[in-house]
């Protein structure tokens, strides 16, 4: 085995994402992470935006959309012949801290 060189394993595509969310920060928080992890993002900010892109599908390898819209848009995906799998997310969750504000401010009798 000395001296001998491994051969160098094929490269691999990255897994192409398509992803759905009208929330700007919450979409580029969510596409940075992934992108992070070594796949590709295409975002839209729109179901419609998608719509408008469907030969984008046809290069995607997965479609991950927000649970509020995506539960509309994932039957005319499927309508217009787009198969690809899909993953829902939940809307961006408030941070803790704001949480107990808003928890402080509907119920002040409960603190203190």
Request: glycine letters at 8%; aromatic letters at 6%.
């Amino acid at each position: 085995m000395e001296g001998e060189q491994l051969a160098e394993l094929p490269k691999r595509q990255p897994i192409r994402v398509l992803f759905v969310e009208d929330d700007r920060r919450y979409r580029e928080t969510v596409a940075d992470e992934l992108s992070e992890h070594g796949l590709a993002v295409q975002s839209f900010g729109d179901g419609a935006s998608l719509l408008g892109s469907l030969d984008t599908a046809a290069e995607a390898d997965v479609i991950v959309l927000n649970w509020t819209s995506g539960i509309d848009l994932l039957p005319q995906l499927r309508h217009l012949g787009v198969h690809l799998p899909v993953v829902f997310l939940p809307g961006p969750a408030l941070p803790p801290v704001q949480d107990c504000l808003a928890f402080a401010r509907a119920r002040p009798e409960r603190i203190g």
